[in-house]
């Protein structure tokens, strides 16, 4: 989501933050890239307090169905980044997902994702790959718990040594969704980057 390459980081500078925004938090485009227009993606930085998240209900067995909107083909930009994230429809409990990001013709980074059924729950797990899929998590992948979701709003959330991370998608039309990345710390400024993807019916042209 990119005209001059970002600085490349340590393995070890990636892997000291919450592995779920890496790809976005550490690949960011330059600020002069970051300051489009909404819609566009942005980074931001603040000092805020998130609202506490509404809890999933347990009246009934969790199912995926409320996640089955989400299946095709998506693409979004960020600044001069390209984005695209594919999902799968649920199947057997699991709803697998891919991500790719871009800039220049050359690949930053690729994720891949799982909504699963748990015995504790609807769980995501995320991983973050180099283009040659050499895992840039040493110790697996991030792992976030469902907290509320409906037919407009996708809330993940997990927290990790006081550090809250959120990842969440607000559907804002039937065929255009706001993916956000949050981060809370246990001291310090909470980080947010979104992007807002947009569905194609067919696969979008490449670029190279």
Known sequence: MIKRPAPVLSLAAVLAVTPLLCSVLFLAPSSAAAQQPAGTGALKTRGA?????TPVSTASQPSLSPFTWLAGHWQGEWGPRAAQQVWMAPQSGVMVGAFQESEDGKTLVVEFYTIALTPGGIELRVRHFTPAL???EKS??????LKSVDAKRILFESVDHGRRSRWS???SA???FVERFEIVPKEGEQQVA???FHR?????????
Not at 49 to 53: R, S, V
């Open 49 to 53: 307090k998130m609202p506490p998240a």
């Open 134 to 136: 050499t895992p840039w």
């Open 140 to 145: 697996g992948p991030t792992v976030l718990i």
């Open 169 to 171: 998608l607000s559907r």
């Open 174 to 176: 039937p065929d255009t």
């Open 194 to 196: 979104e992007i807002t």
């Open 200 to 208: 194609y019916t067919s696969a979008p042209p490449s670029k190279r």
